[in-house]
């Protein structure tokens, strides 16, 4: 059986994949990941528990799907911009976790109908160049450890059936909707690029080349670095390589939007950069 979706997350000691975890039970999960291996929309996990319980649903979510989607890879902000946060009812960012069979290059081809509630955002990945970005406070502090960037299309999925409750807990629960990515090509980082990274203007076009979307790198927390320190004022450590999916750069869209064919450009990057997925 082939899994479209992807999941992961922190492992918070809570247990892996079984009755020994307090924040679900075996049905539940085992009825969520039956649902979302046939792209079904389903129940809300962590409805009305704590952001701890639902760090502890990533924890089995990511249990059930390594084996098959590869180790962790990196992290992702979820709700980065003040228009997500209030959609969504939460005052901060969600944190969820990104699997190494996830990562698919630019130009791929995925089905439309990738989920049970399939969507696609512009974004972008920082790439850590070493561990010392663990002592970063400051956006400067965070860019003197990354190695480079990356254009990022991520293909999220927000699964849930009408009328289940979309929150800061069950989006946590559910890895903050991660399924796959649409990667480009690396860009080296340099000082110029902390302020590049704010007034960039990110551009979203379909296959007829009209605008779908359009908004700033400061949309992300001010700086898409920003992202980088949020999630390890959450506890996160990174290690060399591993990627930061910043969060939203404009809305989150509906495939069919696309007409075939989605592009998110970063006007403003060097040599203004984009990345390409195309919906069958």
Not at 36 to 41: E, L
Request: net charge negative; proline share 6%; aromatic share 4%.
């Amino acid at each position: 059986m082939r899994r479209w979706v992807i999941g992961g997350a922190l492992l918070l000691g809570c247990g892996i994949g079984g009755a020994n975890a307090a924040c679900v039970d075996d049905a539940t999960l085992a009825a969520y990941l039956k649902d979302f291996d046939s792209g079904t929309p389903t129940r809300a996990m962590g409805a009305g528990g704590s952001v701890e319980d639902a760090r502890c649903i990533q924890d089995l979510l990511v249990g059930e799907l390594t084996g098959e989607l590869g180790p962790v890879i990196g992290y992702k902000a979820g709700l980065t911009s003040a228009a997500a946060q209030e959609r969504f009812g939460v005052d901060e960012p969600v944190l969820g976790t990104l699997l190494e069979k996830m990562m698919l290059p630019s130009g791929a081809t995925v089905p439309a109908s990738f989920g049970a509630r399939p969507l696609f955002e512009a974004d972008l990945l920082l790439v850590v160049g070493d561990a010392g970005i663990n002592e970063a406070k400051t956006p400067e502090e965070v860019l003197a450890h990354l190695s480079s960037v990356r254009p990022f299309i991520e293909l999220p999925d927000l699964m849930l059936a009408e009328g289940e409750p979309l929150d800061g807990a069950t989006i946590t629960a559910m890895n903050v909707g991660a399924r796959m990515g649409v990667v480009g090509d690396d860009i080296p980082v340099d000082d110029a690029m902390l302020d590049t990274l704010k007034t960039m203007t990110v551009t979203v076009t379909d296959a007829d080349g009209t605008m779908l979307a359009e908004a700033k790198g400061e949309s992300v927390l001010g700086n898409p670095l920003n992202s980088a320190l949020w999630l390890m004022e959450k506890g996160l450590t990174f290690e060399p390589g591993q990627v930061i999916s910043v969060g939203s750069i404009g809305p989150l869209l509906p495939p069919a939007k696309a007409k075939g064919t989605a592009t998110v450009t970063y006007k403003g990057l060097p040599g203004d950069p984009a990345v390409t997925v195309h919906f069958e």
